[in-house]
């Protein structure tokens, strides 16, 4: 439905309506949309870094990474791994100093099974950011909501105090995991299951209420609440933003510039769909979940088995594409010295 000019004027648009009941991330590494957009916190991952590092704009980032991965020295495979976590800190470093919240910075996508290689890359992370003046407060961990990544989160969590961030989530099953391994909080990807839907079935598509992604965080958000887990619920990788209003109260949601300009376009009344008391109401049962059954769980959502693994190799690809962008200044770096 269309708005009068006269109304609009006095109305909010959906984004302004949207931040009064949910957090807004912006899902970007470009600095310009965070600085329009004003969100509170904001997420990058190797795909939105590459993307950034690759923009004029950013060279200089680039340039000090590479002379930081040089300076270190080691094999030229070292000065490009260092190089690589360097980027990622300079990257979310600036982010920071453009919003009130946090950043979150991912861990290697390659590492998505190795609960000890995790745990050290996230705590060199830190160390970096550590370096910058940064303090771990101000910084989330994104890790792969595998099984060892989820444990890897709990350690993190427990004895570091380091807060974690976990990705590629699909399944109930693994947010319920996530949620006993006490983590700060949780990323489940809607467009990503809608994708899997569309690809898959015979529908292609759907009401925003009907939406497949908008029905996992909802069951997520409700069994959060209704057991009182404190970790926090942040939709994420969303297709449009009749997926976004759809899950208005929901914690957190990040969410990319350009549907951040469309939400700022959008004059409609938006109220929330998710509340902590209509969760409370629910009728959920409360489930534990060891190793075996999580496995067997998660295993039985065809769909998540495939859009999990799927995330990891995608975000290993645009991993190994940053690298060898990196290697190339590496290479360069050497000729010229």
Known sequence: MSVSPVKRQKMESALDQLKHH??????TGDFNAIDEYKPLDATTNPSLILAAAQMPAYQELVDDA??????LGGSEEEQIKNACDKLFVLFGAEILKRIPGRVSTEVDARLSFDKEGMIQRARRLIDLYKEAGIGKDRILIKLSSTWEGIQA???????????????????????VACAEAGVTLISPFVGRILDWYVANGDKKAYEPSEDPGVKSVTKIYNYYKKFGYKTIVMGASFRNTGEIKALTG????????????ELSKEYVKLTPTLSVKEAQA??????????????WHHNEDQMAVEKLSDGIRKFAADAIKLERMLKVDVISCCLLS
């Open 22 to 27: 949910t957090t807004v991330v912006a899902d």
């Open 66 to 71: 590479v002379a930081y991965g040089k300076k």
């Open 153 to 175: 989160g709990k350690v993190l969590e427990a004895e570091y105090g380091i807060h974690c961030n976990m990705t590629l989530l699909f399944s109930f099953a693994q947010a």
């Open 250 to 261: 929901c914690d957190y949601l990040t969410i990319s510039p350009k549907l951040l300009a």
């Open 282 to 295: 629910c009728e959920l049962e409360k489930i534990h979940l060891d190793e075996k059954a999580f496995r």
